[in-house]
């Protein structure tokens, strides 16, 4: 078994929209996905709250809490559907 783990930083500045920051985040986690099944992982590890800014520093809600999404049907689900399938 191989194994990545994968970690990075955030794509576009935090003003920007969160669907384009979330966009920017899956097309980066594409290629770096690729990168590991070109390297032969079988699994492939993302550091926690990888489909966001790191935002619990602050004591704002929003934008973050626009970041949330549905488990079974978000955009993350999805994308993670469609790149690994």
């Known amino acids: 078994v191989r194994v990545a783990a994968?970690?990075?930083?955030i794509v576009l500045p935090t003003t920007a929209p969160v669907?384009?920051?979330?966009r920017a985040i899956h097309l980066k986690a594409a290629k770096m996905i690729d990168a590991a099944v070109l390297a032969g992982a079988n699994i492939i590890c993302f550091h926690e709250?990888?489909?966001?800014?790191?935002?619990?520093?602050?004591?704002e809600r929003l934008p973050w809490t626009q970041f949330a999404?549905?488990?079974?049907?978000?955009?993350?689900?999805?994308?993670?559907?469609?790149?690994c399938g």
């Open 19 to 22: 669907a384009d920051q979330r």
């Open 69 to 83: 999404e549905s488990a079974e049907h978000g955009p993350t689900t999805k994308f993670l559907s469609q790149v």
């Open 49 to 59: 709250l990888w489909t966001m800014p790191f935002a619990f520093c602050t004591r």
């Open 6 to 9: 994968i970690q990075f930083s």
